[in-house]
């Protein structure tokens, strides 16, 4: 060993032979593990050879004993010291050894003459000792053990590892604290025998501290104790996983480890158990908040059909459950999938909403039965067969019940893609009852089957014209524009109602699946013209187009609510709200009652103030994404279904010439969530050579295009049909190669 490193612990070479002291200790091999906690707290750097005290018996006062008195307590401190073992292992030379007595004094002095406040504190003390001038190491880590400081465990104690850099002492890993062997009495088995009494458990608990966080680890193991013994679980899995969600949740650890055995559980074995490391993040709390009052409850419903008009048969259940007095919150997107069990029939629409309900869950079963008998039609021929409408209660608040006619939580439910993708539509963080584990988590273990799910997002109201942003393979779709605006900035007066149809035909047979009809110019600094000339430019045009035969969807560009709902009932299937509904209070409303697709666009202020706010930090992406989720939020609490809403980003609203290259740019982040994107960059400013006129912008507006798709736009909105058709296909052949 180095003299330089450990001058204190090294005996001159002209003293007589060393005789090692008796002390309560034992020098091992660095590979013998003699305890569980030994065998936790060892370290396995390969990089470092290590001398070690393990269990150095002393008493010390930190803090109070189990009684909650400040009175001195039995601990027992492991050391282990960075050091070279190969010098003094190839020459058996004195120098180079540890002088392991004057190590033992040094740190029963400190320990046995103050008083602490805290194992923490303690512990800290100790690396203070171990890496400071008196014994000068480079390299320590400490793990202390209370024998006594709990009723019903073997031991709690602490672990930390220190390094000294220059004159600094610094932390290196995580700070744990642990409760050894908390032994316990609980409900736990899937055997009849195992349910009539409480059985034996020992508990292992690992409390990673976080910078800044102390844990009282007695109120922990307290509030650890009195949920077990409450417990009634079926899998050791579900019981670790809720006892990780306890303390991290409940008792605000950041990360913890729990290992759990069943003494009892084989009869040639000392115990089997479990073990998992958990953060709180896994348990992410639920981020829609649903206030419920007294006698309401919050309840999750399958839904799904393969007989019919699906789409409409879904609309007109959840449309029925709400006249019946079951509220609905949320929604997910539409998933098809393939039929699970019964192969022979035709592919599934499945969703999953979310509810309020004062019905008891025999009441509501009896309700939703009704409604696929009585308003459906639905005869059931075969388990698993074809229907109408399939209504089933997934959750109901937290309730374990199962009954011959009725099991909550659905006992299928993780099985199925089709149920958990759509329930993590809604609350992906909320935990399954039985598992105390978040579905998001569930799903992600489910295998990928040949037959992936794929999002249904209707374009008109018939629901017989679909998007699916999550297909990798996916067709990127042509929207035309249509601007019957004199004052529009690329084609103000281009349009009339004189070559209307002529230019809508045209644009159809170029390519182009959508028609935006537009009567109001929302370029930065257009004036408002009213609600009524709006109506007078947009509604005969839509009349016109429906009366010529042309059947393909219409999109009407707007943001005022009165002038969405004329264009619906004159034959409009898409709302078009370049401010996603902040420019009309009663547009989001209006959209929920009127049941149709609305694009939510992004954008700040009004038309004549947006240029002023085009102030972003160094992560638009996110910004744009968050102010969204606002917008979608809001639409979903205003009764918007989730499978009925588009997002835009707003390519030239609210962003000058940068902001919109750095949304292009990072398109993929945003796009690939499960709702359907509509870019429109046709011939704006951004787009531009210097000197060129909004006509003459095509080539600047085919690379933007471009970088759309290959960003996972689902729509592209566009004045030039003929010529940007043919940069949409090869950019989409490049995205599918």
Same mark, same amino acid.
């Given at each position: 060993?180095n003299r ?11 003293l ?5 002291p008796?002390?309560?200790?034992r ?6 593990? &003699? ?10 750097s ?7 005290? @393990? ?10 004993d ?8 039995? /601990?027992?401190? =492991? ?12 020459t058996?030379h004195?120098?180079? =050894? ?7 004094k ?17 512990t ?17 880590? &400490? ?27 610094v ?6 604290v ?6 316990l009495v ?5 055997n ?8 034996n ?18 109120? &922990? ?36 480890s ?8 084989l ?5 089997a ?13 639920e ?7 007294? %006698?309401? @409850? ?15 048969? /879904? ?7 709400e006249e019946?007095?079951?509220?609905v ?7 098809q =999938? ?41 005869v059931?021929?075969?388990?698993n ?20 006619s009725?099991? &909550? ?38 295998p ?21 942003? /999550? ?7 042509i ?15 281009a ?7 002529q ?12 028609l ?8 930065? %600094? ?5 609600a ?11 009349q016109?187009l ?6 393909a ?10 002038v ?15 401010s996603a509904?902040?420019l009309d209070?009663?547009?989001?409303g ?6 149709v ?12 103030t947006?240029?002023?706010l085009?102030?972003? !930090? ?14 979608v939020?809001?639409a979903?609490?205003?009764g918007?279904?989730?499978?009925n809403?588009w997002?835009?980003p ?17 398109? =993929? ?10 870019? %429109?960059?046709s ?7 210097a000197g ?7 080539? !600047? ?10 960003? !996972?736009?689902?729509?592209?909105r ?5 010529e ?8 989409v ?5």
């Open positions: 060993m330089q490193l450990f001058p204190r612990l090294v005996r001159p070479l002209s007589p032979r060393f005789e090692p008796r002390l309560p200790f020098l091992i091999p660095r590979r013998t593990y &003699i305890t569980d906690t030994m065998e936790s707290e060892i370290p396995s390969s990089d470092r050879d290590l001398i070690f005290i @393990h269990s150095l018996n002393l008493k010390a006062t930190t803090g109070v189990r009684w909650k008195l400040p009175k001195p307590q039995a /601990i027992l401190v =492991s050391l282990w010291l960075k050091t070279s073992v190969a010098l003094a292992g190839s058996d004195l120098p180079y =050894s540890i002088h392991y007595g004057l190590l033992c040094s740190v029963t002095a400190l320990v046995e003459g103050n008083t602490f406040t805290s194992l923490e504190h303690l800290e003390e100790v690396a203070n000792l171990a890496l400071g001038p008196e014994l000068n190491g480079e390299w320590v880590k &400490i793990a202390i053990e209370k024998p006594r400081a709990l009723l019903r465990a073997d031991a709690a104690g602490m672990s930390i590892v220190r390094r000294r850099e220059g004159n600094k002492i932390k290196e890993g995580e700070d744990k642990f409760i050894r062997d908390l032994r609980t409900i736990i088995g899937v009849p025998w195992e349910r009539l009494e409480k059985q458990v020992v508990l292992n608990l690992t409390l990673y501290e976080a910078v800044g966080e102390k844990y009282d680890f007695r109120k &922990i193991t307290t509030t650890v104790s009195e949920y077990v013994e409450k417990s009634d679980y079926k899998t050791v899995e579900a019981f670790v996983t809720s006892l990780a969600r306890e303390a991290t949740v409940t008792c605000g650890v950041e990360k913890v729990v290992r759990m055995e069943k003494p009892s559980a009869t040639f074995a000392k115990a158990g479990v073990e998992i490391t958990r953060e709180r993040s896994f348990f992410a709390a981020s829609d908040d649903v206030k419920l009052k007294a %006698g309401e @409850h919050n309840v999750y419903i399958a839904l799904g059909s393969n007989l019919g008009d699906r789409y409409a048969n /879904i609309t007109t259940a959840v449309a029925a459950m019946r007095g079951i509220k919150l949320r929604t997910s997107s539409l998933y =999938s393939a039929p699970m069990y019964v192969t022979d029939q035709p592919t599934f629409l499945n969703g999953v909403v979310s509810a309020v309900t004062t019905l008891s869950p025999e009441e509501l079963l009896s309700t939703l039965q009704s409604i696929e008998s009585g308003v459906l039609n639905r059931k021929t075969q388990v067969g074809p229907r109408t409408v399939d209504l089933d209660i997934l959750l109901y608040d937290t309730l374990v019940m199962s009954t011959p009725l099991t &909550i939580p659905h006992a299928s439910m993780l099985e199925r893609s089709f149920v958990l993708q759509p329930l993590c539509d809604i609350s992906p963080n909320r935990p399954h009852p039985l598992t105390s584990t978040a579905f998001k988590h569930h799903l992600s273990t489910l990928t089957g040949q037959d992936p799910l794929q999002i249904y997002a209707p374009l008109t109201r018939a629901g017989s014209v679909s998007l699916d942003p /999550i297909n990798p393979l996916k067709d990127t779709l929207m035309a524009i249509l601007n019957l605006t004199p004052d529009s900035f690329s084609d103000g007066g349009t009339t109602p004189s070559n209307l149809l230019k809508a035909t045209s644009f159809l047979s170029s390519g182009a699946s959508i935006d009809i537009g009567g109001q110019s929302t370029r930065p %600094g257009a004036p408002d013209v009213g009524d000339e709006e109506l007078r430019r947009v509604i005969p045009a839509i016109a429906r009366a010529a035969g042309i059947t969807p219409i999109s009407v560009d707007t943001y005022r609510a009165s969405a709902a004329a264009a619906v009932e004159a034959g409009a299937d898409i709302i078009n709200d370049i509904g902040a209070p009663e547009m989001l209006t959209v929920a009652k009127l049941g697709p609305v694009i939510l666009g992004h954008t700040r202020g009004t038309p004549e947006m240029n002023s085009a102030k972003y !930090g160094d992560d638009i992406i996110g910004e744009i994404k968050g102010e969204l989720g606002e917008r939020k809001e979903e609490q205003k918007v279904r989730r499978w809403i997002l835009d707003g390519l030239g609203f609210a962003k000058g010439r940068e902001e919109n290259m750095r949304v292009l740019k990072e398109l =993929s982040r945003m796009t690939g969530d499960g709702l359907p994107w509509v870019l %429109g960059p011939r704006k400013r951004f787009t531009a050579a060129e006129g909004a006509k003459d912008r095509q080539w !600047g507006t085919a690379a933007a295009v471009a970088l759309s798709v290959q960003g !996972g736009a689902d729509v592209v566009v004045h030039d049909v003929e940007m058709k043919k940069v949409v296909d090869m950019a052949a490049v995205r599918r190669c």
